[in-house]
């Protein structure tokens, strides 16, 4: 059956049995029974659920192995069954093989091994500070070391020109109601809604346009148009306000993983320092031999007399 399958199986399952009970009791008789031998080998029900984990449901999976095999439907557990009898028949053939005596392989069982015992120390480390007084402490220093910041809520008017810009801003200045003029003048989206753009910070638009919008008070237009590089704007402000940040919920999430990475880098600094580490330098290159000097010429033989 392939994984795929049984996940389909499993969730359906799921779902015709309704939610797990909350109270669910696993049946009196023996909670880990036999259910089938592989030549001579026993297979156990908490073996046969082991191998489908990683295909149920996650709500299933907290679920006791007797409990659960009550809930699933007959032909689901079958279907379980030979999948279990299957992967041991296997891992028998394997054995008799001597696969498992291959170096290749031990190094690699040798190193997921390794993995997972890194990773549940890991988990047991860092998991138990990770509660939610510690993440609300930490959301309450970030709050407390962040600069005080404000945002302001205004309405804007967009179009194409300087002098179209300066029409607009002098039908304003006459009386003409901003909102009104936004909806039958701005070319931006916003327009329809009166030109409002809601609350936003200094951060969260091009530098020309948060410089004219947070210089002026709320009911205050610009005095002159505005450019960037959508057009020209003429903008109004409509409120301020201090910016208090995201809620703890909002950032609950973010402040999780910032925890577990530090966390987790303190975990393996405990560990290193409580270990006795010695290192040894690797054996160093030889090194070049002295260049010898050269042997001086070979004298000459004495001049014969005549």
């Known amino acids: 059956m392939t994984r795929l399958t049984l996940a389909a199986l499993l969730l359906a399952s799921a779902t015709l049995s309704g939610p797990v009970p909350a109270m669910a009791q696993a049946p009196a008789a023996e909670p880990n029974p036999v259910i ?41 557990f079958e279907q379980l069954v030979d999948r279990a009898i ?5 891992v028998q053939a394997a054995r008799a093989a001597g696969l498992d005596r291959e170096e290749e392989l031990r190094r690699r069982l040798r190193q997921f091994e390794e993995n997972e015992l890194r990773e549940a120390l890991l988990r047991r480390e860092v998991l138990p500070r990770l509660t939610e007084e510690a993440l609300r402490a930490r959301f309450e220093r970030e709050q407390a070391a962040r600069p005080p910041e404000e945002e302001v809520r205004a309405r804007h008017i967009l179009v194409a020109s300087e002098q179209e810009a300066r029409a607009v801003l002098l039908e304003i200045q006459r009386g003409a109601s901003f909102e009104e003029v936004a909806r039958r003048r701005s070319t931006d989206p916003a327009a329809r809604n009166g030109g409002d753009l809601g609350f936003f910070r200094r951060g969260d638009m091009v530098p020309e346009f948060a410089a004219a919008a947070f210089a002026l008070q709320p009911g205050q237009v610009s005095p002159a148009p505005v450019r960037t590089q959508f057009g020209w704007h003429l903008i109004r402000v409509e409120e301020r306000r201090p910016w208090r940040g995201p809620s703890f919920e909002d950032s609950r999430e973010a402040l999780r993983q910032q925890a577990i990475e530090e966390e987790v880098a303190a975990a393996v600094q405990r560990v290193r320092a409580s270990a006795r580490i010695e290192r040894l330098e690797p054996p160093g290159e030889a090194a070049p031999a002295a260049p010898q000097p050269e042997p001086p010429p070979p004298a000459r033989p004495p001049a014969q007399r005549r």
């Open 86 to 90: 299957t992967d041991r028949a296997m």
């Open 36 to 76: 089938a031998r592989v030549n001579g080998e026993e297979l156990r029900l908490e073996e046969v659920i082991a191998a489908a984990a990683d295909a149920m449901p996650p709500e299933l999976r907290a679920v006791p192995a007797a409990t659960l095999r009550a809930l699933l439907p007959p032909q689901v």
